[in-house]
């Protein structure tokens, strides 16, 4: 079976014033002073509630405030529209405003191809990759598939439907490769959310999804959906029990079914164009004290993400090669806005 990975291209790539006063003498700015937030912090959300990118929004605007990271609070907004190019756009035509910042996805490469917005991701400024995320195929507990190849195999005998967050994106990309791989069909139906995409499964209105773990787990916890496979090249490592009888590292490779399929995607934080620089660094420091707390720890393994942290020009060399592979994808699949 011809392999159709997704990640081989990425391999190997992975202001402020400050015065100090002796007496009535006031001294000179230092050179190394730092910025701080002097308002709230806007922490956009490209994409809908419930999903991998929101739950782990919030769960950084938990962690901050309980463990007093930042001198502002930190308010979560959704702003999901046109497969999230609105939050993409709205973060380009904030040039220079270092109090808003974006949790992003693989639609920060596959929304502007899909859509013809004028945006890519070198229109703003790159902090930190929090994380990579894994992709399973999950279907809904009371059908009879136990592995990849039954569910592959039915099918490709039936009419099958597979929801996914939004369209021409990184589910959506999944499942061309599923269809190219196998000779399988797909109606491919389009979610707000990877809540909204679980609960689709959960109800029987489609028959498979391609969820993050983090959006499935409580499903999969409950008895409501199984996981067949998980689209990387080597198994979660994540070995603590989900339900009674297995665990995230039970889950085989869709490799190990004879699927040769890989996708992960980053979590990453970017501020708005031309910010300071020292705003940059406030950040990355932030986005470090948050990874040290067992709030973040646990989140990571609860979601079976993949912790892998990149900042400056490591991560800058990992975008830039990831664009080039999404666009091959996506000019693959068809899905390039001529």
């Known amino acids: 079976m011809q392999g159709y990975s997704v990640k081989t291209a990425l391999r190997g790539a992975g202001m402020g014033l400050g015065v100090a006063a002796l007496g009535a003498v006031a001294l000179p700015?230092?050179?190394?002073?730092?910025?701080?937030?002097?308002k709230n912090i806007e922490f956009i959300v490209p994409a809908g509630t419930g999903g991998g990118a929101d739950q782990m929004a919030r769960m950084i605007q938990g962690i901050i405030q309980k463990n007093n990271l930042a001198e502002q609070s930190v308010v979560v907004v959704n702003k999901a529209g046109?497969?999230?190019?609105?939050?993409?756009?709205?973060?380009?035509?904030?040039?220079?405003?270092?109090?808003?910042?974006?949790?992003?996805?693989?639609?920060?490469?596959?929304?502007?191809?899909?859509?013809g917005i004028p945006f890519t991701w070198e229109d703003l400024t790159p902090v930190a990759m929090?994380?990579?995320?894994?992709?399973?195929?999950?279907?809904?507990?009371?059908?009879?598939y136990k592995s990849a190849k039954e569910?592959?195999?039915?099918?490709?005998?039936?009419?099958?439907?597979?929801?996914?967050?939004g369209a021409k994106q990184e589910d959506q990309i999944i499942t061309v490769g599923?269809?190219?791989?196998?000779?399988?069909?797909?109606?491919?139906?389009?979610?707000?959310?990877?809540?909204?995409?679980?609960?689709?499964?959960?109800?029987?209105?489609?028959?498979?999804t391609v969820n993050n773990p983090i959006e499935a787990v409580s499903f999969w916890k409950a008895g409501q959906l199984r996981p067949l496979c998980v689209f990387d090249s080597e198994r979660i490592k994540n070995t603590d029990k989900v339900t009674t009888d297995m665990a995230w590292s039970?889950?085989?490779?869709?490799?190990?079914?004879?699927?040769?399929?890989?996708?992960?995607?980053?979590?990453?934080?970017?501020?708005?164009?031309?910010?300071?620089?020292?705003?940059v660094d406030y950040y990355v420091d932030l986005f470090k004290k948050?990874?040290?707390?067992?709030e973040w720890k646990e989140f990571m393994q609860k979601g079976a993400y993949k912790q892998t942290f990149m900042t400056g020009d490591e991560y800058k060399g990992w975008l830039q090669k990831a664009a080039t592979m999404h666009k091959d994808l996506m000019t693959t699949a068809g899905f390039v806005q001529q």
């Not at 929090?130 to 009879?144: G, I, S």
């Not at 948050?290 to 067992?294: D, K, S």
Request: hydrophobic share 35%.
């Open 29 to 38: 700015a230092t050179a190394d002073a730092e910025w701080k937030p002097t």
């Open 130 to 144: 929090l994380a990579e995320d894994e992709f399973v195929l999950w279907v809904n507990a009371e059908t009879p």
């Open 250 to 279: 039970d889950i085989p490779t869709c490799k190990e079914a004879g699927l040769n399929i890989e996708y992960t995607m980053q979590r990453g934080i970017f501020l708005p164009p031309n910010v300071p620089q020292e705003a």
């Open 82 to 115: 046109g497969s999230g190019g609105e939050g993409l756009l709205d973060m380009k035509s904030s040039a220079g405003d270092p109090h808003k910042i974006v949790i992003t996805l693989s639609s920060l490469f596959t929304t502007p191809l899909a859509t």
């Open 178 to 208: 599923l269809e190219q791989a196998t000779g399988a069909k797909f109606k491919y139906t389009s979610q707000k959310g990877g809540g909204d995409v679980a609960k689709e499964l959960v109800g029987g209105h489609v028959n498979s």
């Open 290 to 294: 948050v990874r040290e707390t067992p």
């Open 151 to 165: 569910y592959i195999d039915a099918a490709k005998a039936g009419s099958f439907a597979m929801a996914g967050t």
